[in-house]
């Protein structure tokens, strides 16, 4: 598991996007990179965390950040996801998992006394720099958007 750290350049990444694209860091250098983890498309607190950053997009962009959210859902199930909730961010698939793996979020949980692997919901903001300027782990979804934007204004 990848132990990253703030001021850490951050790993470099090529992946799918919905609409057929691929998105790469360093593609993205000049910006700041908001990379949030989640575990799965459509389900309610991966729902409330798309719309909140969604619904904050605008002033994101406003101060030069991008926001990509990442799942190991097929690019054809993040389509749907985002058509259905009206979603205004970019979503990357990670299929095979090994962004999950460099960011250190592919991680063992448990749930009714059964362990299984599963993506942490984790984000990181990354400078204009490349390097990591913030890590959330173990996120809980209400407010964060708003703690993740305050960090971004702090910069």
């Known amino acids: 598991m990848a132990d990253l750290n703030i001021g850490d350049p951050a790993p470099g990444f090529s992946l799918p996007r919905d609409g057929g694209d691929e998105v790469s860091l360093s593609d993205l250098k000049g910006q700041n990179v908001v990379l949030y983890f989640y575990p799965k498309d459509d389900t309610p607190g991966c729902t409330?965390?798309?719309i909140a950053f969604t619904g904050q997009k605008d002033e994101f962009?406003?101060?030069n950040t991008?926001?990509?959210g990442i799942s190991k859902d097929k690019v054809a199930k993040h389509e749907k996801f985002i058509a259905k909730h009206d979603l205004?961010?970019?979503?990357?698939?990670?299929?095979?998992?090994?962004?999950c793996e460099?960011?250190?979020?592919w991680v063992e949980k448990s749930m009714y006394?059964?362990?299984y692997m599963g993506i942490e919901?984790?984000?990181?903001?990354?400078?204009?720099?490349?390097?990591?300027?913030?890590i959330w782990r173990k996120v809980?979804?209400?407010?964060?958007?708003d703690a993740v934007l305050d960090a971004v204004k702090a910069l």
């Open 48 to 50: 409330k965390e798309a």
């Open 61 to 63: 962009a406003a101060l």
């Open 66 to 68: 991008v926001i990509y």
């Open 88 to 99: 205004g961010i970019p979503l990357l698939s990670d299929e095979k998992g090994s962004m």
């Open 102 to 105: 460099d960011y250190g979020v």
């Open 113 to 115: 006394g059964k362990t």
């Open 121 to 134: 919901r984790a984000t990181y903001l990354i400078d204009t720099e490349g390097k990591i300027a913030q």
């Open 140 to 145: 809980k979804v209400p407010g964060h958007s």
